[in-house]
């Protein structure tokens, strides 16, 4: 069974730091790689997408993904208040069907 | 990306009773997907609605239970049958990205059974 793995969290940071988040999937066939944000009581956006092994640079946002280890993450730089959700990482494999992990609940503090 | 809406946003149902959900996009999309997000959980896939052919089901998922109809590219509709407390989530509409394989959300429906 595919699986992707997200620690459930809470993670509190102090607003100015880097929040990390973490994901790991279980299934090697795996090509596509994208991070959600769901703010309390809406929907998932997309804020992130990544392909290749390596870093992806989107603003304050740097998804890295290392296929060898199975291992994708996302950082958050100078986290703000308005950047606490949820955060779901969500995996595409031969399929094209995405599969979700359970998500990560971000807290970041004044 | 495409606009999705759904509707209702929000409903309060008693048990046995159906609920259809709405969706709506601005654009026509081939595959259409609902899935459900029970509370504090991700989401799970329920159906992919292809027009002109039977959904296709995920497992644990059934046709008597989460009829689907796509009547035409830009329109579905999940129906949520003989409701039990336990099928109080909230249900999204969504559509692949052209593109890059990403998924776009409807604003979802939180259905609450009694």
């Known amino acids: 069974q595919k699986e992707v793995e997200q620690n459930s969290g809470p993670l509190s940071v102090p607003e100015g730091a880097i929040a990390s988040l973490n994901c790991t999937y279980s299934d090697r066939g795996s090509q596509s790689f994208f991070w959600y944000r769901q703010y309390s009581g809406k929907s998932p956006e997309l804020i992130m997408f990544?392909?290749?092994?390596g870093d992806k640079e989107d603003g304050r946002f740097t998804a890295q993904l290392n296929k060898a280890s199975q291992y994708v993450s996302l950082l958050i730089r100078d986290s703000q208040p308005s950047d606490s959700a949820t955060y779901l990482c969500?995996?595409?494999?031969?399929?094209?069907?995405?599969?979700f992990g359970g998500g990560t609940r971000l807290m970041v503090k004044p | 990306s495409a606009v999705i809406s759904q509707k209702p946003s929000r409903d309060i149902c008693q048990r046995g009773t159906s609920l259809t959900i709405q969706c709506q996009v601005d654009?026509?999309?081939?595959?259409m997907f609902w899935y459900r997000q029970q509370p504090g959980q991700s989401l799970t896939l329920i159906a992919t609605?292809?027009?002109?052919?039977?959904?296709?089901?995920e497992s644990g998922f059934v046709i008597d239970k989460f009829p689907i109809s796509r009547p035409n590219l830009t329109f579905s509709t999940l129906t949520v049958s003989n409701m039990s407390p336990e099928d109080s989530s909230i249900y999204l509409c969504?559509?692949?990205?052209?593109?890059?394989?990403?998924?776009?959300f409807g604003e979802g429906s939180r259905l609450t059974v009694l």
């Open positions: 969504s559509v692949a990205g052209r593109n890059t394989g990403e998924l776009f």
């Open positions: 654009s026509q999309v081939t595959m």
């Open positions: 969500a995996v595409k494999g031969a399929g094209n069907m995405l599969t």
């Open positions: 609605a292809n027009q002109g052919s039977e959904a296709t089901y």
């Open positions: 990544i392909y290749s092994n």
